[in-house]
């Protein structure tokens, strides 16, 4: 890229439109992730995602991440938050946020499908959810010490004080 191509993408920046059927989709098990910001957009400062989880789904061991900010928005269902030894029940219209070093899960509990909007900032985070999708590709079984392996690559790691 020029130099005054690089001028001209900092002074108009380009804006990103991600339509109702547009992302990239991740497939993990009973989860549907829809990235809708993998960072590119946004000089790698923010990524967002829509999860949508089926009734009954188990979500990650309880983890830490240690260069990043998660904020999960339920739009529709329940979501069950796991925070150290303390659960919370999100329902719609609820924002949850998980600062670097808190330990933290989700799942969701009930007989209905949930939907939330997930941020991670940076956006270090998304291509963890890619490499899972990986693993579960080439036939590997997503099991906890796989999604623990995943994770460490990624600043992040169990919270095995709490399990």
Do not use: W
């Amino acid at each position: 890229m020029t130099e005054e191509a690089k001028s001209n993408e900092r002074t108009h920046p380009v804006v990103s439109v991600v339509g109702p059927g547009d992302g990239e989709t991740i497939a993990l098990g009973t989860t549907r992730m829809r990235v809708l910001e993998d960072g590119s957009h946004t000089g790698h400062r923010l990524a967002i995602a829509e999860s949508v989880l089926a009734p009954h789904t188990q979500g990650p061991p309880q983890h830490r991440h240690a260069r990043h900010d998660e904020g999960f928005y339920i739009l529709s269902g329940t979501v069950r938050f796991t925070v150290g030894d303390e659960d919370h029940d999100a329902t719609a219209g609820t924002l949850v946020m998980v600062p670097p070093g808190t330990p933290h899960t989700f799942c969701n509990p009930t007989d209905q499908p949930a939907v939330m909007l997930s941020t991670f900032t940076p956006d270090l985070y998304v291509q963890y959810f890619r490499d899972l999708q990986d693993l579960l590709t080439d036939g590997r079984p997503l099991t906890p010490q796989a999604n623990i392996e995943t994770m460490s690559r990624y600043a992040t790691e169990p919270a095995t004080d709490l399990a």
